[in-house]
């Protein structure tokens, strides 16, 4: 029988959750490993779910390479786990690859589905979409978000088993450098994504570039139904074709073969035309939507659920006055 291990930060977000419910379907038995400041919160937050080891403090709460791996390492040992699991995070993503390198297992990253022991996942530029599974131990899997329903805690107790770690490093993190202007745009747990494209830029009917106004009719919407912006690379590739560009726009934004696959419930496409490079990091959106004056766009080609034929800054002016309207 299997033994699975979850790796989990605290506090434990949405990914992680799914992540841990993702494992209970596995069978075998559970382990979870919580790395973080003080796990006794999160491990009330997952009551129910399994044995859980941690490995705590001040030096564990900072994204680091150095503990997150040793920390990792130490659960792997404690737990004498075959299968490792983990959500696909920033430090998950940087620090288990290592470790499946120490323990001398094989990783695999952007897993989309688990059909017992079998995954699925894509490969070149997300155009290819296999299924495998692996023989090896330990085996590690990074899980993308929305993979699966999140984690309910039942009630009961939660104890913790700690592991004690060497937090000794020479690396000290002295701050945060984010390169978003402004608030923060990319909202992974919004209801709504929004993505604009490179039509936003150019000259409207009456001739001009409003790119003011495009630029606020699109934090407008975002403030108003808090949802998560998206762009077409064609819109973030201008900065560097010298155009005139949306300024809180980056390529973190961009959605599609070479940027994003979010999953959001909804998506609402303005201005661009829906090529299939852009379309393909919509293949999780439940509910696809474009704006688009062009009837023949990409989108209009079985692409988007309703394609709305109209002028996107008319669209988004009325819309964001019904909003503010009905928050008023």
């Given at each position: 029988m299997e033994t699975i291990l979850v790796l989990l930060h605290t506090p434990i977000a949405k990914p992680g959750l799914e992540t841990l419910e993702a494992a209970r379907t596995l069978g075998g038995d559970l382990v979870i490993g919580l790395i973080g400041a003080d796990p006794q919160a999160a491990a009330q937050s997952i009551a129910g779910a399994g044995r859980i080891l941690a490995v705590d403090g001040d030096a564990f709460a900072q994204p680091r390479y150095s503990t997150d791996a040793a920390a990792a390492q130490a659960l792997l040992t404690a737990s004498a786990a075959t299968i490792v699991l983990a959500p696909s995070t920033s430090r998950w993503s940087r620090a288990l690859?290592?470790?499946?390198?120490?323990?001398?297992?094989?990783?695999?990253?952007?897993?989309t589905a688990l059909n017992g022991l079998t995954l699925t996942r894509w490969y070149y530029r997300q155009r290819i979409e296999a299924s495998l599974t692996r023989t090896e131990r330990p085996w590690f899997l990074l899980l993308e978000s929305g993979i699966g329903p999140a984690y309910t805690p039942t009630a009961a107790e939660a104890p913790i088993e700690r592991i004690s770690v060497d937090s000794a490093t020479r690396t000290q993190p002295k701050g945060l450098i984010?390169?978003?202007?402004?608030?923060?745009?990319?909202?992974?747990?919004?209801?709504?994504?929004?993505?604009?494209?490179?039509?936003?830029?150019?000259?409207?009917?009456?001739g001009a570039i409003h790119l003011d106004q495009a630029a606020e009719l699109i934090l407008g919407l975002l403030k108003s139904s808090n949802a998560s912006l998206g762009?077409?690379?064609?819109?973030?590739?201008?900065?560097?074709?010298?155009?005139a560009v949306l300024p809180f726009l980056s390529h973190l934004n961009q959605v599609g073969q070479t940027g994003?696959?979010?999953?959001?419930?909804?998506?609402?496409?303005?201005c661009c035309h829906g090529e299939e490079p852009h379309v393909v990091g919509w293949r999780f959106i439940q509910d696809?939507?474009?704006?688009?004056?062009?009837?023949?766009?990409?989108?209009a080609r079985g692409k988007a659920d309703v394609l709305y034929v109209a002028d996107a800054f008319e669209v988004m002016e009325e819309l964001n006055r019904l909003l503010t309207t009905a928050h008023n």
């Open positions: 690859p290592g470790l499946a390198q120490r323990a001398n297992g094989r990783i695999d990253t952007h897993v984010s390169p978003q202007s402004g608030e923060q745009t990319i909202k992974p747990e919004a209801d709504l994504l929004f993505v604009a494209g490179a039509g936003w830029t150019k000259k409207q009917k009456d762009s077409s690379k064609s819109l973030v590739d201008l900065s560097g074709e010298g155009h994003s696959t979010p999953r959001h419930p909804k998506g609402l496409a303005t696809r939507r474009a704006v688009n004056l062009d009837a023949n766009c990409g989108w």
